[in-house]
T-cell receptor, first 111, second 114 residues
Framework: KNQVEQSPQSLIILEGKNCTLQCNYTVSPFSNLRWYKQDTGRGPVSLTIMTFSENTKSNGRYTATLDADTKQSSLHITASQLSDSASYICVVTYTGNMLTFGGGTRLMVKP | DTGVSQDPRHKITKRGQNVTFRCDPISEHNRLYWYRQTLGQGPEFLTYFQNEAQLEKSRLLSDRFSAERPKGSFSTLEIQRTEQGDSAMYLC????????????FGPGTRLLVL
């Protein structure tokens, strides 16, 4: 069964600090892995996308890494801001366009 | 704003009633997806269309659920005889069929069944 597991489930950090979110997957066949940000009451928005051959991808203060051998990915957020408070969802694409979503990590950035 | 709109944004209904949600995708996108998301969970796939054709349906999509995309543009999702377990956020996404297609999500319709 295709699965995407994320940790931690929730995280509280102080504004300006860095944090790293984890994602493990057992999805086959693998097409790509994305990290989405979902603000409360809104739809998810894509942050990064990585294919099998890519190890890292950055989008501003967000840096995603992918280890296709161990089937692990991480999302690192640097110099956190209050607006980073959201759920971050790891999403693995299989068979071209079908998505398997993780349960998300709920991040709260406090002043 | 991703360009995908959904209507209504919120719906409260009584158990047993029928509800219908609408999704307007980004105009040039040929694929449209429906997902359901419950609190604290990631979205779960329900069904998707390529143009007018409904190509895949999840086993989560019981016979009380029906989706249409009659002209390959907007789509509707109808739930008949709603149950309390149907309470969730219903998300629509659209994409352009490419090698690394990105799905753009709408804001969702939050359904509460009393």
């Amino acid at each position: 069964k295709n699965q995407v597991e994320q940790s931690p489930q929730s995280l509280i950090i102080l504004e300006g600090k860095n944090c790293t979110l984890q994602c493990n997957y057992t999805v086959s066949p693998f097409s790509n892995l994305r990290w989405y940000k979902q603000d409360t009451g809104r739809g998810p928005v894509s942050l990064t996308i990585m294919t099998f051959s890519e190890n890292t991808k950055s989008n501003g203060r967000y840096t995603a890494t992918l280890d296709a051998d161990t089937k692990q990915s991480s999302l690192h957020i640097t110099a956190s801001q209050l607006s980073d408070s959201a759920s971050y969802i790891c999403v693995v694409t299989y068979t071209g366009n079908m998505l398997t979503f993780g349960g998300g990590t709920r991040l709260m950035v406090k002043p | 704003d991703t360009g995908v709109s959904q209507d209504p944004r919120h719906k409260i209904t009584k158990r047993g009633q029928n509800v219908t949600f609408r999704c307007d995708p980004i105009s040039e996108h040929n694929r449209l997806y429906w997902y359901r998301q419950t609190l604290g969970q990631g979205p779960e796939f329900l069904t998707y269309f390529q143009n007018e054709a409904q190509l895949e349906k999840s086993r989560l999509l019981s016979d009380r659920f029906s989706a249409e995309r009659p002209k390959g543009s907007f789509s509707t999702l109808e739930i008949q005889r709603t149950e309390q377990g149907d309470s969730a956020m219903y998300l629509c996404a659209s994409s352009l069929m490419t090698s690394q297609e990105t799905q753009y999500f709408g804001p969702g319709t939050r359904l509460l069944v009393l």
